[in-house]
């Protein structure tokens, strides 16, 4: 029986450490679905819509054998089960992520029980790195080569470039 398994996220931008989990989850699971959440948490104000989100996971992604990108907009579970996985594969890269991710794999749990959440950390060189730290940096004018794929790169020079450097459109800096 093949393994399935979803990794859920923005992935706003997607980051070396992401794509560090998908590569070494491709020895893990069978096939291994990035599951790309349409609608970030309230609290967070996306640098990409969903479709750029998607392309630019498709594109850094696409030699990874196994691995399927996806939007989801329903409860993860629902999703989940609709894969027919049996894994939900978090990251955890700090001390500090595992309550957040506890709650939430317990919560999963209550809700699919036949579906484990397997965590794995980062590599140490991308241990640091988080989304919300690279868009910051990317929006103030620093360098995000180190941080993030080329494609992505190129696509956060883009975003924060000109009059547009905030990131939401509406080019009014906040």
Not at 23 to 38: G, K, N, P, T
């Amino acid at each position: 029986m093949a393994i399935v398994a979803v990794y859920p996220g923005t992935f706003d931008p997607l980051t070396n450490g992401h794509a560090d989990l998908v590569q070494r989850s491709c020895r893990l699971f069978d096939r291994l679905i990035v599951a790309v959440a349409a609608y970030p948490s309230p609290s967070k104000r996306p640098a990409f819509t969903l479709d750029e989100r998607l392309a630019l996971a498709r594109e850094v992604l696409k030699d990874m054998p196994g691995v399927e990108v996806e939007a989801f907009d329903t409860l993860l579970v629902d999703f989940v089960r609709a894969r027919g996985a049996t894994v939900i594969l978090r990251g955890l890269r700090a001390v500090s992520d595992f309550e957040h991710e506890f709650q939430l794999a317990s919560m999963n749990r209550q809700l699919i029980e036949e579906v484990e959440t397997v965590f794995l950390t980062p590599a140490e060189q991308h241990a640091y790195i988080s989304s919300s730290l690279v868009r910051e940096v990317a929006a103030l004018g620093g360098d995000v080569t180190r941080f993030v794929p080329p494609v992505v790169a190129r696509a956060l020079a883009r975003r924060y470039s000109g009059p547009n450097r905030d990131g939401d459109g509406d080019g009014q800096g906040g």
